[in-house]
T-cell receptor, first 114, second 114 residues
Framework: NAGVTQTPKFRVLKTGQSMTLLCAQD?????MYWYRQDPGMGLRLIHYSVGEGTTAKGEVPDGYNVSRLKKQNFLLGLESAAPSQTSVYFC?????????????FGQGTRLTVV | AQTVTQSQPEMSVQEAETVTLSCTYDTSENNYYLFWYKQPPSRQMILVIR??????QNATENRFSVNFQKAAKSFSLKISDSQLGDTAMYFC???????????FGKGTSLLVTP
């Protein structure tokens, strides 16, 4: 019963370094999302994907890139990390199913950029 | 763009009492979903309750119920018989086709006291 798994759970980066966050889901969901959570701001959508090979921008996409090469995986990349990208990152997946429509979340990744 | 407003940043309730968390949203759509998510200190996002906009009947899940007022664009959460384990951040969220991405409010921090 893995659901949605994010790796890593914690990471500290120096300004200018790059990294990739991995999200994996085993529910065969078409839709996947990356959010960031900052204090007092709720969760905000960075990028999303509606199927394998597709990606699209959310509300706060600057400084991030994503890829969805396999249906079960959604990668979030930071090419040159900045202190403003210090945040908690959540991945989620869903498949619209009428009354059962729901998003399932990973456990989050706390990223600190120093 | 849809906006979700939670006007109560913090609330407190005594164990066994009832508390209501407020949420309003803004949309011109007719087909959408509304959610309440709970985020305890563990950081995990947990679905509390879901409401489909086309349903007039208010959703209930054990001690949790909503008051969905579609015309007023209001979606409040009532927690009955509050328990210490209900202490968490609560997020109201909106979802609609075609992205089915969640649009979150800023959250309400609920503290349940003995």
């Amino acid at each position: 019963n893995a659901g949605v798994t994010q790796t890593p759970k914690f990471r500290v980066l120096k300004t200018g370094q790059s990294m990739t966050l991995l999200c994996a889901q085993d529910m065969n969901h078409e839709y996947m999302y990356w959010y960031r959570q900052d204090p007092g701001m709720g969760l905000r959508l960075i990028h999303y994907s509606v199927g394998e090979g597709t990606t699209a921008k959310g509300e706060v996409p600057d400084g991030y890139n994503v890829s969805r090469l396999k249906k079960q995986n959604f990668l979030l990349g930071l090419e040159s990390a900045a202190p403003s990208q210090t945040s908690v990152y959540f991945c989620a997946s869903s498949t619209p199913e009428g009354v059962n429509t729901e998003a399932f979340f990973g456990q989050g990744t706390r990223l600190t950029v120093v | 763009a849809q906006t979700v407003t939670q006007s109560q940043p913090e609330m407190s309730v005594q164990e066994a009492e009832t508390v209501t968390l407020s949420c309003t949203y803004d949309t011109s759509e007719n087909n959408y979903y509304l959610f309440w998510y709970k985020q305890p200190p563990s950081r995990q996002m947990i679905l509390v309750i879901r409401q489909e906009a086309y349903k007039q009947q208010n959703a209930t899940e054990n001690r949790f119920s909503v008051n969905f007022q579609k015309a007023a664009k209001s979606f409040s959460l009532k927690i009955s018989d509050s328990q210490l384990g209900d202490t968490a951040m609560y997020f109201c969220a909106f979802m609609k086709p075609p992205r089915y991405a969640l649009n979150f409010g800023k959250g309400t921090s609920l503290l349940v006291t003995p």
